[in-house]
């Protein structure tokens, strides 16, 4: 499988042009996204087993937000189900993605939880809620940057494995591999777009709550939020689509499977 080798400005691009397929289907878009983690709260909230079942449900549901943006690339017919799409094409590969994926978001926050003695393990698997005084704690706050950096070997590995495996029929394994090395052999422009994103979101909504956020009655105090839920459903959408703009330029003309 060749996965072509891109410039660095390619990184800004993806954002820009995801942009574009966001504002082609807003509504629709920001649907999908709510809709994906509604669902992913559904799961979660079943005891015991919610939060490790919701872990296996990401590949698909990320093929099912993939799906939407291609259809609204190629300018295609959107069908009614489009949600759960991602769950008719090699569903049983996509699964174990998401078998490994609790795997290895188990064994992250094991190797964290020697800092934190479990604190961010119980919050995130078993859904407890710490106080603010314990996240703020040193350790908390060092194993929280140890799992950021360990997890990121992960996020690599997951990034294209989902649509390589539902649109071209490849294996878990394989298409765990395959998306590690495209990301490697682009990480010029995966670090620029890192950077716009890391900006966009740590930027942008504090600028809006700088602007609105002045004066004393409730609706003056209740701007701020709006724009961050505004914020919130337009950015989501723009990132799960320049994740696909990225698939479509690395892996340009790479067959779908029959």
């Keep these: 499988m060749q996965a072509l080798t891109l410039p ?10 995801g942009f574009a397929i966001f504002q082609r289907k807003p509504v629709l878009m920001s649907f999908l996204v709510l809709g994906y983690w509604l669902s ?4 979660s909230a079943v005891p015991l087993v919610g939060h490790l079942a919701s872990l296996l449900l990401i590949p698909a549901f990320s093929v099912s937000l993939m799906n939407a943006c291609r259809l609204i690339d190629r300018k295609e017919e959107l069908p009614p189900q489009l949600l ?25 926050l094991g190797l964290a939880a020697l800092f934190d ?29 140890l799992a950021v950096v360990l997890f990121i ?6 990034w ?10 490849i294996s878990a394994g394989k298409s765990l591999f395959f998306s590690l090395v495209a990301c490697f052999r682009n990480w ?21 709550k700088s602007l609105l956020g002045g ?11 709006a724009a961050a839920m505004m914020v919130i459903l337009i950015f989501l959408p723009t990132l799960y689509a320049s994740s696909y703009i990225s698939y479509r330029d690395i892996f340009a003309g790479l067959k779908d499977a029959s």
């Excluded at 004066?215 to 939020?225: E, F, H, K, M, R």
């Design 8 to 17: 660095a400005k390619r990184g800004l691009r993806w954002l820009v042009e």
């Design 160 to 169: 294209f494995a989902p649509v390589l495996a539902a649109w071209h029929g």
């Design 188 to 208: 010029r422009p995966f670090l620029l777009y890192l950077l716009a994103v890391a900006l966009i979101g740590l930027f942008v909504p504090r600028l809006i």
């Design 84 to 108: 759960f799409s991602g769950f008719h094409r090699n569903l049983q590969a996509l699964l174990v993605l998401g078998f490994i994926y609790a795997l290895s978001t188990l064994a992250v």
């Design 117 to 145: 003695g479990g604190l961010w393990f119980r919050m995130l698997v078993l859904g407890e809620k710490p106080s603010d005084e314990m996240l703020a704690q040193a350790s908390a706050l060092m194993a929280a940057q």
């Design 153 to 158: 070997p992960v996020i690599l590995a997951f």
């Design 40 to 43: 992913m709260a559904v799961v």
């Design 215 to 225: 004066g004393d009655s409730a609706v003056s105090q209740s701007l701020p939020t």
